[in-house]
């Protein structure tokens, strides 16, 4: 009889043949983890939670501490059915259709931020536009690429996109009428300073099933001192005005902030509640890792203080959530959500599977990030995705085929980071992943026990996306 009762809902069951053996040594395959409601058990494959008796924690601990066995030994050691056929193993994956592209319309800002990974937009390169042409021969690519009759995504990426504002409008219209013809319904999303948005932007944006992120580093005094406008205007006072035309104007279906968190960001937990009360759908955080000025990078020690943050966000959004109150902390959400799904991969994201970006010249590349780097570029819009540089870049990058990666338990959680930062910095805040991640377990327990009716309207209000990530 099982000692194990899994919690949780089960992700599909759907066994692969292993081509590659799985990495060695148990402490990468599971984890023993407590909550308020006992010990439990984390499995790597498949991110299957299991309740535990705290006798059988004890002797799962002691065994890896003390074992290189392999996870069989291990499920017949503590008598754990751990076996079964690999929910992944190291085949890569074959590059899917495209189910999202975005165009870098702008690639030139308005703004000055010593921390944006664009360089102001330039991505180190001269300020320009995207020619109209070009945009078309995107949304045509995409439509072109994608499966038959599935949801496509365009997105709207700069520098600041709405100083393009004129194509971004001919874009959406152009893309809706393409789409019906191909049969696709075209969603869009869009990353914004917001401190130019006008009347007809937020109409256009209401109109159509608009993701708008917006750029918000903290209050008043927090956000000007990293975003620094022309002529010592204030970037926030500007922002507060894109906010309220929206309001006016046409609200979008989605509208998150997005704080780029650098070492001289306010507290988290201030910063999170002032994006709540702003009244975005959902503030979330991501923290800098590769900039054009070093200063504003989070080194290696300074995870260790972004984790704390990141963690009294969580405990806050725990006790809000089991509390039956709402709370939109991006991160928070998004981890729980994964976990209940049972979410399970072995990459970061979509970049270079389903997702690439356009430039203003017409190539492709992984992604938004990624664009003008040579080791990233994926083809043209003339000439279609490069199917077989698509292969090589998921068989290169499939997690378990990198070290350190292979032998850490978060790996099928966290995909083995952000290929922007990896290229760039490599991977400094592993033990920040694996810190949030821990949390995140705890938690998801705890909220499943106080609040189950979170996980039902979560899945029913906001289907993922699947490029969300857990970290
Ligand atoms: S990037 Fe770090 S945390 Fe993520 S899978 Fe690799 S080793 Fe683990
Ligand atoms: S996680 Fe990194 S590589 Fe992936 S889409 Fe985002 S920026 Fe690009």
């Known amino acids: 009889m099982t000692v194990l009762l899994q919690i949780g809902r089960r992700p599909p069951d759907v066994p692969v043949q292993a081509t590659s053996p799985l990495p060695a040594g148990p402490g990468a395959q599971v984890r023993a983890f407590r909550s308020a409601h006992g010990a439990h058990l984390f499995v790597a494959d498949g991110s299957r939670l299991y309740d535990l008796p705290e006798a059988t924690a004890v002797r799962l601990e002691e065994w890896l501490s003390a074992s290189e066995g392999s996870l069989d030994e291990l499920g017949r050691t503590l008598d754990l059915p751990l076996w079964g056929a690999p929910r992944i193993d190291g085949t890569p994956l074959a590059p899917p259709p495209l189910s999202s592209i975005s165009l870098n319309v702008m690639q030139a800002c308005n703004l000055s931020c010593g921390h944006c990974y664009a360089d102001e937009g330039r991505f180190g390169g001269s300020a320009r536009a995207m020619p109209r042409a070009t945009a078309y021969a995107a949304v045509d690519r995409l439509l072109a690429e994608a499966a038959p009759g599935s949801d496509v995504v365009v997105g709207f990426m700069g520098g600041e996109p709405l100083l393009a504002r004129d194509l971004v409008h001919e874009v959406v ?5 393409a789409g019906a013809t191909t ?6 999303a869009i990353t914004t300073n917001l401190t130019t948005v006008r009347p007809d932007d937020a109409a256009l944006f209401a109109e159509h099933p608009f993701t708008v992120t917006v750029s918000l ?9 990293l975003r620094r406008a022309p002529g010592g205007a204030s970037a926030y006072d500007r922002l507060r005005a894109g906010l ?12 998150s902030a997005r704080v780029s968190v650098t070492p001289y960001t306010g507290r988290l937990l201030d910063i999170l509640e002032h994006g709540i009360a702003l ?14 000025d070093p200063a504003y990078e989070i080194t290696t020690e300074a995870f260790a203080g972004f984790l704390e943050q990141m963690t009294a966000c969580g405990e806050r959004a725990l006790a809000e959530l089991s509390a039956g109150r709402a709370y939109p902390f991006g991160n928070f959400q998004t981890a729980m959500e994964q976990l209940h799904r049972g979410a399970h991969r072995p990459y970061p994201c979509g970049a270079g599977a389903g997702y690439l970006s356009a430039s203003a010249e017409g190539g492709l590349y992984a992604c938004h990030r990624l664009v003008d780097d040579p080791a990233f570029a994926m083809g043209s819009l003339a000439a279609g995705p490069d199917t077989a540089t698509r292969q090589r870049h998921l068989a290169e990058r499939h997690v378990d085929r990198q070290e350190p990666c292979r032998s850490c338990w978060a790996r099928y959680l966290c995909g083995g980071g952000c290929y922007h930062e990896v290229s760039r910095r490599g991977r400094p805040g592993c033990d920040y992943i694996r810190g949030w991640l821990s949390f995140c377990l705890r938690a998801y327990v705890e909220l499943g026990q106080a609040a189950p009716e979170f996980f039902e309207q979560r899945s029913a209000a906001a289907p993922l996306t699947s490029s969300a990530s857990t970290v």
């Open 173 to 177: 219209r152009y893309a809706v009428r």
């Open 217 to 225: 580093d903290g209050d008043r005094t927090g956000h000007d001192a």
């Open 244 to 255: 309220d035309t929206l309001a006016r104007h046409g609200r979008p279906r989605h509208l």
């Open 183 to 188: 049969g696709h319904r075209v969603r869009f």
């Open 279 to 292: 009244g975005f759908d959902e503030v979330g955080f991501g923290a800098v890792v590769s900039a054009p």
